[in-house]
Structures are given as C-alpha cells and as structure tokens.
C-alpha cells in the first residue's frame, strides 16, 4: 500500500516534543519530508534523529515561532531543503500562562496572542509564495491545483472557554476565525484549511503543575502543567475516562491531512475522547 503522505513537505511547527513529535514520526511513517521546529535545538535534533533513523528525511530550524523574521526563515529553510512547494503546514506551537481575569497581566495577555495566533497568521503569510502562489499557476496551466493543506491547533478552551485561560481561550477561539476565513479564501486553489481542537492530551503542558517544571518567557518564570485536582476533574468530564497519549492526538492530525480528508475544509475537529 502506498504511504499516505508520500514525498509531501510538511511543516509541524513545535514539533521537538509532544503532539509535534508524535506528528512529525507518524507524517515520516507516512511518507513525509518534514521541517522540525522548536525554540530550544536539542528535541528539535532529536526528533530528526528518530525521523532519520526511520528512514525518513527532515531538518530542524530551531527558533521561536514568535520571533521577528521566523515565519520567513522557517519556510525558507524548507524550500531550500525540499524543494518550491509546500504541501502541509501544521501550525502547532503553542503553551500555556494560566491566570483569572482579574490578576493577569499585560505580558501573559499578549504572549498567548503571539504565540497561538499571530505566529501561526504570519508563518502561513510566508508560505502563500510556496503554498496559494504555486497552486496559482498550477490551476492556469492545467485547471486544478493539487491538493495542499493547513492544519491549525485551537482547543477545547478556544471552543468552551476554561477557568483561568482568559488569554489561552481567546487567542484559541482566533484560531478557528481564521481558519474558516483562509478556507474561503485558499479554497479556489484546492489548499484546505481545518482546525483540530484538543481536549486533554498527555503532553509536558497538561503534566501535573505540581512537578514544579518552569519555562523561561517574556523575561517571567511560567509554571509548566496543571494543577492535579484540575487534571482530575478534566478525566471525569470525558466520557472515555482518561485523556489522550500523544500518538492519539496525532492520528486526528494525519487524518486531516491526509488524503482521506480531500474534501474537508473549514471545519473544527475535536479530538476530545467525548468530552
């Protein structure tokens, strides 16, 4: 049987660990030719050793999603290594910086927009020479485009709102604004736009916060994790009664992006186990 993602250039951004990684080595089984990314170079590297080992072609381009000039770079990088064409973009960076309305600041505000909306908007604007441009001319010459796509990350929080995720629900709901929006307007040149919103994934992000594992950001000191009476209640509210492995989370991805999905755009996905 052939690989479903056979000889695609994909892009998984944060994909050094967790739901990315997890990604990254199921789109390589599949086929795929992938550009690693993560803020900090050694899970990036690693995740392309276990890429490589599998037989599998990728790079890394370490950075942060939210810097100036990355988007340009990330995809940059991945033409050069690639080839002109971008097929799949999996906007997937992201953490979180908890806080009640009332007490949060300006920082936590802003970092959350950064890192879950903007970064994703201006990563895609770099892409369209490589992704809307070529299918473009392709639809001229031939009268169809092929297929290309963007998978967004939004959460349940982005679609329910959550206590304390003021910030994290907000630029997650904007998510799923302008994923509908680029599926409009990409639509035409058969580049599919979803959105797979997550409920409770067992990642570094949703580990118990009382682990005391921090993140160095904005100049602030971030707790890393969930409270565990928090993690508790979320296992309660799924009707599977337990959350995620990260392999699981990524099949909703392949399944998206893959050919199975060729007449799917504009649409939120919860991969939820129900909740």
């Not at 479903?4 to 250039?9: A, E, F, H, P, T």
């Not at 604007?125 to 169809?144: C, N």
């Amino acid at each position: 049987m052939e690989k479903m993602l056979k000889d695609k250039v994909c892009i998984i951004t944060g994909s050094g660990r967790g739901i990315g990684k997890a990604a990254a080595l199921l789109f390589a089984r599949e086929g795929a030719k992938l550009a690693i990314t993560d803020i900090d170079e050694a899970p990036a590297l690693e995740t392309v050793a276990e890429i490589k080992a599998l037989g599998g072609q990728a790079i890394a381009v370490v950075g942060d999603v939210t810097a100036e000039g990355y988007a340009q770079r990330l995809v940059k990088e991945t033409v050069e290594a690639f080839g002109p064409s971008l097929d799949i973009l999996v906007n997937n960076a992201g953490y979180t910086w908890d806080g009640t309305v009332h007490k949060m600041t300006d920082s936590q505000w802003q970092a959350m927009l950064d890192i879950h909306i903007s970064a994703p908007f201006k990563i895609i604007r770099a892409a369209a020479p490589y992704m809307r441009d070529v299918a473009a001319r392709e639809k001229q010459e031939t009268g169809r485009a092929r297929i290309r796509k963007i998978i967004n990350i939004s959460s349940v929080a982005g679609l329910d709102g959550n206590f304390g995720q003021a910030n994290y629900s907000s630029a997650k709901a904007a998510v799923v604004g302008l994923t509908k929006t680029l599926a409009r307007e990409w639509g035409p040149f058969n580049i599919l736009v979803n959105c797979v919103a997550f409920g409770f994934i067992e990642t570094r992000l949703t580990q118990a916060k009382e682990k005391g594992e921090i993140i160095d950001r904005e100049g602030s000191q971030v707790p890393i994790g969930v409270p565990e009476k928090i993690r508790q209640m979320f296992t309660l509210l799924c009707p599977l009664g337990r959350p995620a492995t990260p392999e699981e989370a990524a099949a909703g991805l392949l399944m998206v992006a893959s050919p199975l999905a060729d007449y799917i755009t504009g649409e939120v996905i919860r991969v939820t186990g129900g909740m």
